[in-house]
């Protein structure tokens, strides 16, 4: 079949690498896609928001399936409207987007059909967010309502914190937060193959929200990961499966939003159990830079049988992948753009590509997060030192990158 991929950074680097090794596919376009997959995919110049463009490409080119990347794109209708011209793509609709796009449609769903998560308040005055701040105290988690790539959340350990949060949010007109209780625990990523009530979980992978090491500094799109995840065990795989992803597939249907996509859950194994963070209405970026090259099925096949409402069961490989983030130097605050980088020819492990460009015959940086090198080996101390291996490899001035990743999985 052939297959298109919407989008260009790192996680469309990582679905369209998944598409080029499946066996029922005989090619692989992605839009617009990036200098980093030319070996993978052709890849056409159309806007990942441009979906009138993309309809008619679809529809020229007789594409079979479209896997789509980026929130934004979904939160705009990609899928209504590939869907009104009969064209086949994965991933949700407008509507069932807002498990993403609305933090606070996501808590009152939560709410509603008893799925695990902080107990919260939602306020659109910055008077009533300050009197319940007070009231509730410290620490306390703000989030701004809407699509923030990663960046509307802040963990105020003090009131102060909080309140700076709260001034920044509502400086912006019609804003809304959500106002959280703060959960302590271990976070990992399940992410899942849904449609309507089939739902086919990944492997584990575990992020790296903050921009330093020991998890400090501010919170980012994600600076590394792991997969899979030993603390994370079946046990607590099928919790997570029966008191929040079935549960929360089954609740779009109820609510007449039916979900069909990459179900990610944001998920914190507490003392109390396993509790939601977040939902996500796509893969997650850089988890599917680590998930998908362990991925044995035929990922395209996967995609189609669960859209057929087959249950499939998935075949990974035994190895632990670990992705290190190299981004521009002021990433989250701000990115950079034309700084060459040097060195990805001797890299041994994976390349993906989250934000560089070609220019005069030269890759360079052209975001905040520039791209990850992805190790395989049978240990997460040696997938450790290889992907390190790799990043020293690489040549730009302009980037940084953690020195922690999968440190928390290692012994001793
Ligand atoms: P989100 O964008 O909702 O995933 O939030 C970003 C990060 O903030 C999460 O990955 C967590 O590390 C942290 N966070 C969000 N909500 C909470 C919460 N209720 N309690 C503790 N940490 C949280
Ligand atoms: N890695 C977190 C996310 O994709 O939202």
Known sequence: MKVLVVGKGGR?????YASYHSESVSKVYAAPGSYGMRELAECVDIAANDIDGLVSF?????????????????????????????????????????????????????????????AYATFNTFEAAKAYVEEQGAPIVIKEDGLKAGKGVTVASTIEEAMEA???????????????????????????????????????????????????????GGMGVYSPVKMITPAIIEEAMEKVMKPMAKAMIEEGVPFTGFLYGGLMLTDTGVKTIEFNARFGDPEAEVILPRLESDFAQTIIKVMNHEEVSLKWNDKVALGVVMASENYPASSTKGAIIKGLDDVEGNVFHMGTAFVDNEIVTDGGRVLIVVSEADTIEEAYEKAYADIKKVNCDKLFYRNDIGKKDMKG
């Open 58 to 118: 679809a529809k020229q080119h007789d594409i079979d399936l479209t896997i789509v990347g980026p929130e934004d794109v979904l939160a705009i209708g990609i899928v209504d409207a590939f869907e009104k011209e009969g064209l086949k793509i994965f991933g949700p609709t407008k509507a069932a987007a807002k498990v993403e796009s609305s933090k606070d449609f996501a808590k009152k769903m939560m709410a509603k059909y008893n799925i695990p998560t902080a």
């Open 166 to 220: 709260l001034t920044i949010a509502f400086d912006i007109e019609n804003n809304s937060v959500v106002i959280e209780e703060c959960l302590f625990g271990f976070e990992f990523s399940l992410m899942s193959f849904v449609c309507d009530d089939i739902v086919v979980p990944m492997e584990i992978a575990q992020d790296h929200k903050c921009a330093y090491d020991g998890d400090t500094g501010p919170n980012t």
């Open 12 to 16: 469309e680097h990582a679905i369209a």
